[in-house]
């Protein structure tokens, strides 16, 4: 039987027509979709080195353990708390694990963050100590290199590794620097972690923090999620070995690290336009300030529906650095626990790219865009 007689031109109308309800269809889904506020529902713990790959040892510890140690521990605060995230190890035992299988389990879960836990050391025994915290970046220090051509080696230990990873030599610094070339589409957001971890750190941990750095890690080159690597302390210094074999002092490391989590949490959990019922960050002006010379809280002269800025800096206390003196528009705002430190005032984030390039090579590496609606933090 015969259904249809139309036309060509008919067909063409018809399909285009129905092309236009499923885009619409689709659009409202997408739509709907973009709107839900954005949870954490999947972490990747990584337990650095294992099995066959010791990582670095101190006098009386080695790093696979320790980090298997307080990387359990981690994900078993991140279970009590978090009950609704699921946890997933790229190694719950004293296994080897390919630096780009690590990764890849990541992927595979679709997990919204990946952490891995590491132990630092130099060839000079007591001469470093405190932790590290890594993103993928280009590596400016020749320590940060070292550091990341010394966890790099694993590769050396995996079949066909030259093959696997495109021929990297993870003891040639061009190699680090054309792995440094990937760019990671949530460096703003693992800086961001990465900066909560380091300031709970030197709030919670007896151990000092070294800071946020940028190095070329294998591990974390692949990662399609915000992503850092941590260097919990340094097994080449007694203070630091001593600390970090005892098993309390693993789960204080584990709990520091909970603590930044929520607080990286909080934030990026934010709906995409906050209601009108939370609380607005506080400005912190030159009267409540130890050092009120160094901040501005001037406001932009037009109003803008949405304000993009620049996060140059994240403390637990309202005591700006001493490199911020020059930056003139520099603003000082509380939202939580936390004092940002925020510069300029954009209509885009491709407007605000400019001033942003040019505050990294000032020596704020770390800076980012961040966005706000009538005065509350918004995901960008």
Request: overall charge neutral; hydrophobic content about 35%.
């Amino acid at each position: 039987m015969k259904v249809w007689n139309g036309s060509k031109t008919s067909t063409r109308q018809i399909l285009s027509i129905t092309g236009m309800i499923l885009t619409l269809c689709l659009g409202l889904s997408i739509s709907a979709k973009a709107q839900e506020p954005y949870k954490i529902r999947k972490i990747v713990i990584d337990p650095g080195h294992g099995g066959k790959d010791p990582g670095c040892s101190g006098n009386h510890s080695r790093e696979k353990e320790v980090a298997l140690s307080i990387a359990l521990d981690l994900g078993k605060k991140l279970n009590e708390t978090f009950p609704d995230i699921k946890v997933i190890y790229t190694r719950q035992t004293d296994i080897f694990i390919p630096l780009n299988e690590r990764a890849a389990i990541a992927n595979r879960n679709k997990a919204d963050l990946f952490i891995s836990i590491h132990c630092n050391y130099i060839s000079v025994r007591n001469r470093a100590t405190g932790s590290e915290t890594y993103v993928l970046g280009l590596h400016r220090a020749e320590d940060n290199l070292d550091v990341a051509k010394r966890e790099n080696a694993s590769i050396l230990l995996e079949k066909d590794y030259e093959k696997t990873y495109d021929g990297f030599d993870p003891y040639s610094p061009e190699g680090h620097i054309i792995l440094s070339m990937f760019q990671n589409a949530h460096l703003e957001q693992s800086i961001l972690f990465a900066t909560y971890v380091e300031n709970s750190f030197t709030q919670l941990s007896r151990l000092p923090s070294r800071g946020v750095k940028q190095a070329g890690f294998l591990v974390l080159r692949e990662t399609t999620m915000p992503s850092v690597l941590i260097e919990t302390g340094f097994l080449s210094t007694d203070t630091d070995e001593n600390y970090l074999m005892k098993k309390e002092n693993q789960q204080e490391m584990a709990a520091t690290i909970l603590k930044a989590f929520t607080n990286y949490k909080n934030e990026v959990e934010e709906p995409l336009v906050a209601d009108n019922t939370s609380k607005k960050p506080e400005a912190i002006h030159p009267s409540t300030a130890d050092s009120s010379k160094l901040i501005s809280t001037n406001h932009p002269k037009n109003q803008l529906e949405v304000a993009y800025r620049i996060q140059i800096a994240a403390s637990s206390s309202a005591n700006p650095d001493m490199r911020f003196s020059k930056i003139e528009d520099l603003e000082v705002i509380k939202e939580g626990e936390m004092y940002k430190y925020l510069v300029g005032y954009f209509s885009s984030a491709d407007a605000a790219r400019p001033r942003l390039s040019a505050l990294k090579v000032s020596g704020f590496e770390g800076a980012f865009i961040v966005a706000y609606k009538d005065g509350k933090r918004i995901r960008v």
